[in-house]
């Protein structure tokens, strides 16, 4: 019977109500929490549909705590890492949109042809804004940045005294064109006269505040490199969404000079160059004008023997271009599709599990279902009231979802370098977000089961006759592999960039990382042309090599592995091919102290000038040189300069563990060193560095002592990698937990649909092994199936990913068979404590119904 009964009908079915319910569920009625069908229906009968469908929903999940809590734990989890993932996408999109000028702000980057391919940096000229501003009319405006990391603050007290801090980021020198392209307010002072005149300077409230303990800050005198600037203006904070983080903002004329006297000829990665386009100009006319200041300055055809070129870059991308760096951390666009298509895969996960628990368990509930139809219940009313459950439990995980979110978000901000933020009273897209979700997900994950648990037949299901052979239980085991499928990609990816990131970590990079320490010298002392800053540095270094356990000390502009590196073009002594070349700059005692190998000619002199080099591998093959010993005594020409080779390193990496070594040469130059390096011995490392920095504080009394050791310096190279195992493993975590779950739910789906057959085997004398084992060959023959179709996409997408290293595993059989082990054991695990019971189950409990 299908259709509803009507009034008098049910009334007279009461009559009967006592004794259905007593033989369905004995004496302690489980229907409605131990509420009686008669006053049930008397709730139908009083109550509106809607609120009816949501009460019984409720008493239904209360009812099956086990199964409610399961699914909603799911559910929870599943939303919570999409939850995550569309806050980190989400803020990765928006960068740098709230500029009322968006479209038509572009930034200017330096190309390079060399003999790999073009060439990338983010660096140009510093005199590439005033030529745009004075040659191309398309430009509205142009302004020069000069960002500075790592600086030292100082803050004059009233009583003359000063504070000094070490700021990792937030310095720049610009020009006030910043602000007529940028949307970045002045709270105080006159817009349109700051940054004018030399040695001024803007702040933000919050350093305003950090610093001065007060926004008052006009006229007050802040140190930059013990240089004094004079504050003229307070800035709002940047917004979390800028790749143009900047806290204190310095007059570009208080380094106008020094900056453009280097001319076209140098680049560093902190110049970088902004423009505004005309309202009514094409990008073609800016594109034209740049290269006919390439021309004018480089030289055109032959003469300009590099290819130097200029890139357009719009605004919109400098948050996911690869090519070139900026002055933030990136999100590159591949990210950026793998976060979502990861949140999406996590949806699916959890609704697939909340379709096979719920199935799985309506088999508890097919006389309840039997009962409502014989008692005129239509089959849109039974989905209606299922959909009504899914509906409550969704709601339930969103909720829970959204604690567990910011109880997360300062982990993933302080690990991953974020700024997420989860505000439901400002953020309308968060609201968005979860209706979509949470209809999306009730509808996904609760219609199949309403459809098959209302399907069911009343006469079938009141005589006990729950089969599902057939489409049902082929699409439970179609879900099943599906969400097998999502949880072996993740764990072959996770394990794949795993074994990558630990290859990088124990590859040999060609020099000695143990018991060096690396101490900065200061950028005002290194950079400074007078003499006693220059003779400083040695007597620094003669002074350290007294201290008992420094071994050996070297000066240097950098470690051999560094973040920033200087690059430049050389040519072969009569000839005009140039070579494009990495330089580093260090002493006589750079190669003995890093233990690079000699392999032919010698080493470095000690020498203050410049006057002869040493090369690497690399560079001796793109000169040429299969013997390396030929190339030893040649001149090459570096800056106009000709200099002799004094000998061959073996390759060691100078910048990240996972590039090739390129083309490089070692100098002197005692007017670039920036950094000393200590050897270290004795194993008295605590008073060795409290000696040092006695010493080092009485060369440079007014900075603030720091060190590093080299192999923390190396492994901070690894920190990209390290963090995107990391997120992966979490997100995989969720997924492989979810899919557990999952398997649970078949396991009990099983278990109630086979129990009969389960006690027949045992009173025929089957073992308790051979009935797990009767369980267990099915997720094990479902797993396979899951692993062949995961394997081919997985090895696929992984491939592609490694080709990003240049260094990097072989995609053997090993590790998709660890995948493969793993997923089983993990499965038979979590779906052990329900086969066991059922192999472990009184036979006659299950068959005394027979």
Not at 359 to 364: E, L
Not at 528 to 540: C, E, G, I
Not at 691 to 701: K, L, V
Not at 788 to 803: E, G, R, Y
Request: contains cysteine.
């Amino acid at each position: 019977m299908t259709s509803v009964l009507s009034a008098e009908g049910q009334k007279k079915s009461l009559t009967y109500i006592g004794f259905i319910e007593k033989w369905a569920f004995g004496t302690k009625s489980t229907f409605f929490s131990g509420l009686s069908l008669a006053s049930s229906l008397e709730i139908e009968s009083s109550q509106p549909m809607f609120r009816n469908h949501l009460v019984t929903a409720l008493r239904t999940l209360l009812r099956e705590r086990a199964n409610s809590l399961t699914n909603i734990a799911g559910l929870t989890l599943g939303i919570t890492g999409s939850l995550l993932l569309f806050l980190i996408v989400r803020q990765g999109l928006q960068f740098d949109q709230h500029h009322s000028q968006k479209d038509r702000i572009y930034r200017v980057v330096s190309g390079e042809n060399g003999p790999n391919g073009q060439t990338f940096v983010q660096a140009v000229p510093a005199v590439l804004a005033a030529e745009l501003r004075a040659e191309i009319p398309e430009i509205q405006e142009a302004v020069a940045t000069v960002y500075k990391r790592n600086s030292l603050l100082g803050v004059v007290r009233p009583d003359g005294t000063v504070d000094r801090f070490k700021e990792k980021n937030g310095v720049v020198f610009t020009e006030n064109s910043f602000f007529r392209i940028f949307d970045r307010k002045i709270l105080a002072g006159d817009a349109a006269k700051v940054l004018i005149e030399p040695q001024k300077a803007l702040i933000s409230v919050r350093w305003a505040e950090k610093y001065f303990g007060t926004r008052e800050v006009i006229g007050r005198e802040i140190l930059y490199n013990n240089e004094s600037y004079q504050i003229e203006g307070v800035l709002e904070d940047f917004p979390t969404t800028t790749d143009l983080p900047f806290d204190l903002m310095l007059s570009f004329e208080s380094i106008r000079e020094q900056k453009e006297s280097v001319g076209w000829g140098g680049l560093s990665d902190e110049d970088n160059c902004y423009f505004l386009l005309n309202q009514n100009s094409g990008i073609g006319s800016v594109e034209a004008g740049l290269e006919a200041l390439v021309q004018k300055n480089y030289g055109k055809g032959k003469e300009n023997t590099n290819g130097n070129h200029f890139i357009i870059q719009p605004l919109a991308e400098l948050h996911s271009d690869m090519r070139v760096g900026n002055y933030n951390s990136k999100m590159p666009a591949a990210a950026k599709i793998a976060f979502t298509g990861i949140g999406l895969f996590l949806l699916l996960t959890c609704c697939i599990n909340f379709i096979n628990l719920t199935t799985a368990s309506a088999v508890k509930r097919t006389k309840e279902i039997g009962i409502r139809k014989v008692l005129g219940s239509t089959r849109a009313q039974l989905i209606t009231q299922i959909l009504s459950e899914s509906l409550l439990a969704t709601f339930a995980a969103c909720l829970l979802s959204l604690l567990a979110a910011q109880l997360l978000i300062p982990i993933f901000n302080g690990y991953l370098e974020l700024s997420l933020s989860l505000s439901l009273t400002t953020d309308w897209g968060i609201w968005v977000y979860f209706l979509v979700i949470w209809l999306g997900v009730t509808l996904l994950s609760g219609l199949y089961p309403a459809w098959v648990i209302s399907g069911m037949r009343q006469g079938h299901v009141i005589h006990g006759n729950t089969s599902t052979k057939g489409s049902g239980y082929t699409i439970r085991r179609t879900l099943i592999v599906s969400q097998f499928f999502i949880s072996q990609f993740f764990i072959i990816s996770t394990l794949v960039i795993y074994a990558q990131f630990r290859y990088m970590q124990k590859k040999d990079m060609g020099f000695v990382q143990d018991a060096i320490v690396n101490i900065p010298i200061p950028a005002s002392a290194a950079q400074s042309d007078a003499p006693q800053d220059k003779s400083k540095k040695r007597t620094l270094k003669s002074e350290l090599m007294r201290i008992p356990g420094v071994e050996s000390a070297s000066l240097s502009s950098t470690p051999p592995a560094a973040n920033s590196v200087l690059s430049t073009s050389i040519s072969l002594s009569g000839s005009d091919e140039p070579i494009a070349t990495q330089i580093k700059e260090a002493d006589g005692d750079y190669i003995a102290l890093f233990g690079l190998e000699i392999l032919a000619g010698t080493g470095l002199a000690d020498l203050d000038t410049l006057n002869s080099i040493v090369v690497n591998e690399s560079l001796a093959k793109s000169a040429g040189f299969q013997d390396y010993s030929d190339f030893v005594g040649q001149e090459i020409d570096l800056w106009g300069n000709l200099l002799h080779v004094n000998g061959v390193v073996k390759d060691f990496n100078s910048t990240s563990p996972g590039d090739n070594p390129a083309p490089l040469l070692l100098m002197n130059n005692l007017d670039g060193y920036k950094t000393i390096s200590l050897k270290l011995t004795g194993g008295q490392v605590e008073q060795q560095l409290s000696q040092i920095e006695d010493i080092w504080e009485g060369a440079y009394p007014e900075h603030l002592f720091e060190y590093s050791f080299a192999r923390d310096d190396v492994n901070n190279l690894f920190r990209g990698e390290r963090k995107t195992t990391s997120v992966l493993a979490f997100f995989a975590g969720i997924a492989i937990f979810i899919g557990c779950l999952g398997s649970f739910g078949l396991a009990t789906f099983m278990a109630n649909n086979r129990q009969k057959e389960v006690g027949v085997r045992k009173v025929l004398g089957a073992s308790a092994s051979s009935i797990v084992w009767l369980f267990s060959k099915e997720f094990i023959r479902l797993i396979l199936i899951a692993f062949a179709l995961s394997m081919s996409i997985a090895w696929f997408t992984m491939d592609k990913v490694l080709q990003e290293f240049a260094y990097r595993i072989a995609l053997g059989p090993s590790l998709f068979l660890a995948a493969l082990a793993l997923s089983i054991l993990i499965v038979l695990l979590s779906v052990s404590y329900r086969s066991v019971q059922a192999a472990l189950a009184n036979p006659v409990d299950t068959l005394h119904a027979e």
